[in-house]
C-alpha cells in the first residue's frame, strides 16, 4: 500500500470511529509510525485530510452502486442491494462522527448530502421503471416516487435524526425503506421481497 493510501486508510477508519475534531495530526504520525511532515507531505492540513476522507467514502459508495445497479438482477434485489450499501456504511460510522461533521464541517454533509440526491434522481428512477416492467412495482409516476423517497431518505439519514433519535442507522434505513416499498410493491413485489428478506435473514 502507498504511503499516501496508508495515511487515508488509517485516518478514516480512525475519524469513523473517534471523530476527527479531537483527533491531531500529531496522534496520527504517532500511531503510523511516521513523522507528521511525512503526512502534511501528502495532505497539507487536517481539514484536508478529512475532505480526503469524505471523497474516499463517496468513490467507494458510487463504484458500490453501480455494481449493484448492472448486476442482472430484479428491481427488488436492487432496492435490496441500495439497502445493504447503506447499512454497511452506516455500521462504520460512529455518533462521533456525526457530531463532528454537523458542528465542524457542515458543508461537507452538504456534500454529501448533494452527492447521494444526484446519485439517487439518476439511478432509483431506473430502478422504478424496471420494476414497473417487471411487475413487482404499481405504475405511479416515477417523478412523484423520487421525490418521496429521495425527500425521505434525506430527512432520515441526517446528523439532526440519527443523533435525536433512538433509532440505529441500520433500523432507520430499513425501516423507512420496508414504509416505502410497501406503498409501491405489487403482490408479486412483496412476494418477492419477502422471499428474499427470507433468503437473507437465514
Not at 117 to 133: A, L
Request: hydrophobic fraction near 40%; charge should be positive.
Amino acid at each position: 500500500m502507498e504511503e499516501k493510501e496508508k495515511i487515508l486508510v488509517f485516518a478514516r477508519d480512525k475519524f469513523f470511529k473517534e471523530g476527527f475534531h479531537k483527533t491531531s495530526m500529531d496522534e496520527l504520525a504517532r500511531e503510523l509510525k511516521m513523522s507528521k511532515k511525512t503526512i502534511y507531505k501528502h495532505y497539507p492540513s487536517k481539514e484536508n485530510l478529512i475532505e480526503e476522507v469524505v471523497d474516499d467514502l463517496l468513490r467507494e459508495f458510487s463504484k458500490k452502486i453501480t455494481l449493484v445497479l448492472e448486476k442482472e438482477i430484479d428491481a427488488v434485489g436492487k432496492i435490496q442491494g441500495l439497502l445493504s450499501i447503506l447499512s454497511n456504511l452506516f455500521l462504520k460510522i460512529s455518533d462521533k462522527w456525526l457530531k463532528d461533521m454537523q458542528c465542524y464541517t457542515p458543508h461537507l454533509w452538504a456534500k454529501i448530502d448533494a452527492f447521494r440526491t444526484r446519485t439517487m434522481y439518476r439511478n432509483i428512477g431506473k430502478i422504478f421503471e424496471q420494476g414497473k416492467k417487471e411487475g413487482l412495482f404499481e405504475e405511479r409516476p416515477v417523478e412523484l416516487l423520487l421525490v418521496i423517497f429521495i425527500s425521505s431518505m434525506r430527512a432520515i439519514v441526517s446528523p439532526d435524526f440519527l443523533l435525536n433519535n433512538k433509532f440505529s442507522y441500520t433500523e432507520a434505513v430499513e425501516q423507512a425503506f420496508q414504509i416505502l416499498l410497501n406503498g409501491i410493491l405489487t403482490g408479486k413485489g412483496a412476494k418477492t421481497f419477502n422471499n428474499s428478506k427470507s433468503r437473507i435473514n437465514r
